[in-house]
């Protein structure tokens, strides 16, 4: 079996994210986005962390490629910026229905069931899903459609139920992004629940390197009049009859063990040297130093934040805090894994807030606990970010696109 490029090693370095964004082929990305084998880019573990803001990885692919606001490309990149704005506008509420569905009128589950979380629904596109997961913290688009779409409108479960675990799990889990994806699955952020079957999962499989990613003869292998009525009015469909082998979920952690700590940061001692402007990194905002690796001695002393009451409601995987605390490592001075409102009174020296600098983040709990300790900056953004909230992928992308000439103008920071 040949694995996808875009499945190997996630390594949190910049020399993984610099090798994954000169391999970037937006013509290629195009012709082959859909397909599970097809050139899509991984970069979204670094783009969700900050290693690089969108702004920049956009700038680096139009060294070498053309690309515009009709790039497929430039699509997807916009899909993120666009839950991002969604984000900035609503906050917390995208953890809750945007609208109300109405799919099914009875109660969906505030658990996934255990055979969805085990692999062994017995859908081997399902249970390959769930593996793939579990082994590398990444799903191709496809996977997550249609994962999201099984345990949603066929097994009932409450969309946020599944996305709280799918983040998780997910090396790139994004709040934004992942709630409000599993929203437009779900049809409380889209005019329609989204529904897939057999058919189209043989169309985007390809047969090498997934002989097990198969749906036919499941309960997904009906028309999508069937499929639809099942959405509406039946119960949790359960999984397939017979005994299917499953795999063990890896543990979520609300916090990091402190072997985990040790090994990839150094941790905050009591007293943080004078006269040097901090800058706190969060999870989020984990880009190279400004200037360059170089610039250590003169610029802000970095610190590392972990906030761990925000983590209590969505923990995460081993892979994910090791993966998070070994970037951290690399970037800051110190870090300080805890709960941050602390921070200012049990630092010895800790400086006045116009001397603290920090990104808003895209995680409950963050901002409200940095924000007091220092000047709130807003995460970097390619696009627009339109004053009042955009319902829709399409009323943002015009809005944003009415407002700058073209994407290179926009690079340039120029407003038409
Ligand atoms: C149920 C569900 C949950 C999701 N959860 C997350 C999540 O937690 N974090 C996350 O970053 N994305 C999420 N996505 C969006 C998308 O699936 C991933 O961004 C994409 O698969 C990441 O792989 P890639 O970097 O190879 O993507 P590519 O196809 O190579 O795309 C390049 C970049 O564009 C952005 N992008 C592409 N497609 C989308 C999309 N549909 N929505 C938003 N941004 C997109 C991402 O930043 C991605 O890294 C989710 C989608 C669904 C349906």
Known sequence: MSTPAHLLGFEPTRTELLRRLDAVHPGEYARTRNALDGAVTGLSPYLCHGVISLRDAVARVMQKHRLGYDDKLMFEFAWREFFHHVWRREGERVLLDMRPAHVWPGTYASELPADLREGRTGVPVIDAAVRQLYATGYLHNHARMWLSSYAVHLRKVHWRAGADWLYGHLLDGDVPSNHLSWQWVAGTFSSKPYLFNAENVAKYVPRQGFESWRAAGTVVDQDYAALE????????????????????????????????????????????????????????????????????????????????????????????????????????????????????????????????????????????????????????????????????????????????????????????
Request: net charge negative; glycine share 10%.
């Open 229 to 416: 009525q099942l959405a509406r009015e039946a119960d949790d469909v359960g999984p397939e009859p017979g005994q299917h082998e499953g795999v063990v979920e890896p543990q979520l952690h609300a916090a990091p063990q402190p072997a985990w700590v040790t090994e990839h940061v150094t941790p905050l001692t009591a007293t943080l040297p004078s006269r040097r402007e901090i800058e706190l990194v969060a999870p989020w905002a984990m880009g190279e130093r400004e200037g360059g690796a170089g610039a250590g001695a003169g610029g802000p002393w970095r610190l590392g934040v972990i906030h761990l009451p925000a983590h209590a409601a969505l923990p995460w995987s081993e892979a994910r805090w090791r993966w998070v605390l070994q970037r951290m490592g690399a970037i800051t001075e110190a870090a300080f894994v805890g709960d941050a409102t602390t921070l200012a009174s049990s630092v010895r020296g800790w400086p006045q807030p116009d001397r603290v600098l920090a990104r808003r983040s895209p995680m409950p709990g963050y901002d409200a606990a940095l924000g007091p300790l220092g000047a709130l900056r807003e995460a970097t953004r390619l696009l627009p970010n339109p004053p009042e909230t955009c319902r829709s992928f399409s009323v943002f992308y015009e809005t944003v696109k009415r407002q700058s000439r073209s994407l290179q103008s926009q690079l340039n920071g120029e407003l038409s």
